[in-house]
């Protein structure tokens, strides 16, 4: 059971090229979600996936855009990179099981710098 | 909105002293809350969490109490050790699965 999985680890980009982050979950959870980390400010959520086959909007979605390809994984993809999206970003998960009482399950997180 | 402030760190203790981090939220009704843990290099792990007004949260010898009467969720170990150096995160779930993070308070505890 590997949990939540994210690849690459560690990416460096162009300023204006374009990227997919991929994670994945085993524990056959419902919900997905990716965040940002950013010194100071803990994470804001990008995008999230209440289940297979839906998608909405978090607080910082500009510049991003999600697949959640099937019940396993959340894709986020950067279409032109830019130095502000220099960041930390986290993929995880959760059960839906019950209303306000979720723990997200989070994955080791991939490290971009856009120069 | 829903937000969480944090007290700002770094926070840097010897071990075995007595640890609190202060966490208090702004909602429009009756939130859960928790304490997410993040160790040098990983992703986040849930800590302890509370659902309901006066719930007491604990975990790995970490405590919280959900006070409704002053909006406060403050985390507190009486002993640290070393192994408890990490980033520690507030946060809150109202109305739906999203999650509201505070900013986190970096620990480091010395030998």
């Known amino acids: 059971n590997a949990g939540v999985t994210q690849t690459p680890k560690f990416q460096v980009l162009k300023t204006g090229q374009s990227m997919t982050l991929q994670c994945a979950q085993d524990?056959?959870?419902?919900?997905m979600y990716w965040y940002r980390q950013d010194p100071g400010m803990g994470l804001r959520l990008i995008y999230y996936?209440?289940?297979?086959?839906?998608?909405d909007k978090g607080e910082v979605p500009n510049g991003y855009n999600v697949s959640r390809l099937n019940k396993r994984e959340f894709s986020l993809r950067l279409e032109s990179a830019a130095p502000s999206q220099t960041s930390v970003y986290f993929c995880a998960s959760s059960t839906s099981e019950g209303w306000r009482q979720e723990t997200q399950y989070f994955g080791p997180g991939t490290r971009l710098l856009v120069l | 909105g829903n937000s969480v402030t944090q007290m700002e760190g770094p926070v840097t203790l010897s071990e075995e002293a007595f640890l609190t981090i202060n966490c208090t939220y702004t909602a429009t009704g009756y939130p859960s809350l928790f304490w997410y843990v993040q160790y040098p290099g990983e992703g986040l792990q849930l800590l302890l969490k509370?659902?309901?007004?006066?719930d007491k949260g604990s975990n790995k010898g970490f405590e919280a109490t959900y006070r409704k009467e002053t909006t406060s969720f403050h985390l507190e170990k009486g002993s640290v050790q070393v192994s408890d150096s990490a980033v520690y995160f507030c946060?809150?779930?109202?109305?739906?699965?999203?999650?509201?993070f505070g900013a986190g308070t970096t620990v480091t505890v010395r030998a």
């Open positions: 509370a659902t309901k007004a006066d």
């Open positions: 996936s209440a289940s297979e086959g839906t998608t």
């Open positions: 946060a809150l779930s109202e109305n739906d699965y999203k999650l509201s």
């Open positions: 524990m056959n959870h419902n919900s």
